[in-house]
C-alpha cells in the first residue's frame, strides 16, 4: 500500500522560499520515480519537478533555476525546495509516486505566495 503525506506549505512574501517534504510508505520506494505536481484555481494539475530512483532530475521551465527536487531514500522522503517564489506559484503542491496515472497521491499542501 502507497501512502504520500506532504507538509510545509504555507503563506510566503514573493522571493521568499520554502521547502515542501512529501513521506512516502509502501515498498520499493528508492527505484520510483517521484514527482511534485500543482494545481492552482481554475487551472489544469501540472508537473513541476520530477526525479527518478538514480536521482535524474525534470523541471518544468517556469521553475528551472528556482526550485530543486531531492529525494532521501533512507528516509523514503522527497523535498522540493523552492526559492524566490512568485505570485504565480501559488497552488495546491501534489507528492506523486510513478506518475499521474499510477493514482498515488498526497492530499496535497498549500503554496500561497503574497505580500
Known amino acids: 500500500q502507497v501512502h504520500l503525506v506532504e507538509s510545509g506549505g504555507g503563506l510566503v512574501q514573493p522571493g521568499g522560499s520554502l521547502r515542501l517534504s512529501c513521506a512516502a510508505s509502501?515498498?520499493?520506494?528508492?527505484?520510483?520515480?517521484m514527482g511534485w505536481y500543482r494545481q492552482a484555481p481554475g487551472k489544469e494539475r501540472e508537473l513541476v519537478a520530477g526525479?527518478?530512483?538514480?536521482?535524474?532530475?525534470n523541471y518544468a521551465n517556469s521553475v528551472k533555476g528556482r526550485f530543486t527536487i531531492s529525494r532521501d531514500n533512507t528516509r523514503n522522503t522527497v523535498y522540493l525546495q523552492m526559492n524566490n517564489l512568485k505570485p504565480e506559484d501559488t497552488a495546491v503542491y501534489y507528492c506523486?509516486?510513478?506518475?499521474?496515472?499510477?493514482?498515488?497521491w498526497g492530499q496535497g499542501t498549500q503554496v500561497t505566495v503574497s505580500s
Open positions: 506523486n509516486r510513478d506518475g499521474p496515472s499510477s493514482g498515488y
Open positions: 509502501g515498498s520499493f520506494f528508492s527505484i520510483s520515480y
Open positions: 526525479i527518478t530512483g538514480g536521482g535524474a532530475t
